[in-house]
């Protein structure tokens, strides 16, 4: 076995730009702002905030396992199951899973502390906050993920949004500021709906499992409806940036990244199979990823430009 391919695989590796993105996008608003950018605090912001995201990934696999919410999502006919299939497919036993999981939870605290030593000892409070929301989004006795009250939602708009931005920003600059937050709200939410999504795949099997999204609890129909809404709010909050100065105008450029995935709603229905809502899936990972680029780029040139 190729122990890097397993690596990538057990840890879902390919979606780690949802992390990565928006901890450079922290790290540019303070090139642009402030004028200030220290090259290896940033690598090792990347390699920490990585570490956390890949063990989020494989902690919820270990506890949808241990639920049985991902062996009903195989088993269940028209569900899609989203896991990386090491502990449901019988790839990996589930002590070496967690074993691997909790080493990237070690890098991740270990990149935290060293990062308080020069930065602050508020980047650990990013770091633990992270690391709580990343354990018991599925874990028990909170599980906050399956109680349907739009936790889940709110913790990933942190995770993926607020949090690495701000921390980033703060890593760089040694302060935290509203701008660094309100530049986390577009590929945040964006991030938001594409998590929000991946809950069509399969929430027949997560009723049956007990696992109470926001699909299972509102239903198909309203759910579709809120997830057009959550794509409104992100690129509003883009254009709300472009206009208040927090990016430069070219940055609305991003708006474009938009268009595929509004089409792809055109074409759903009130009610549809869960094949039907891959391609909302791969739109809506490539609109959070493609948006983010935009805006890291239009910082990056304004920054320049500024020097």
Known sequence: MNTWTDFKKASRF?????????????ALGAFM?????????????????????????????????????????????????????????????????????????????????????????????FAILGGLIAYYYVAPPIRFGYRGKGYGEVAILLSFGVLPVLGSYYVQTGSLSWEAALLSMPVGLLTTLLLFNHHF??????????????????????????????????????????VIGLVPLYALLALLTAIPLYRIYGRLGAHNPSSAY???????????????????????VQGLIQL
């Open 201 to 242: 795949l399969h929430w027949q099997a997560d009723k049956q499992a007990g696992k109470n999204t926001l699909v299972v609890v509102w239903g198909e129909q309203r759910a579709l409806r809120f997830s057009k809404w959550l794509l409104f709010l992100a690129y509003g909050f883009l254009i709300l940036c472009a």
């Open 278 to 300: 891959l391609p909302l899936m791969g739109a809506s990972l490539q609109a959070s990823i493609r948006c983010g680029l935009i805006m890291m780029a239009a910082l990056l």
């Open 33 to 125: 702002w402030k004028g200030v950018f220290h090259p290896w605090l940033f690598v090792l912001t990347l390699i920490g905030s990585a570490s956390a995201h890949l063990f989020s990934n494989m902690i919820n696999d270990l506890w949808d396992y241990r639920s049985g919410a991902d062996s009903l999502a195989q088993e269940t006919a028209d569900a899609i199951s989203t896991n990386s299939g090491y502990l449901a497919g019988g790839k990996m036993s589930e002590r070496a899973f967690a074993q691997l999981a909790w080493s990237l939870f070690g890098l991740g605290i270990l990149s935290g502390v060293i990062l308080s030593l020069f930065s602050g000892w508020i980047v650990m409070v």
């Open 14 to 26: 390919r979606v780690i730009p949802v992390m990565l993105v928006p901890v450079f996008l922290g």
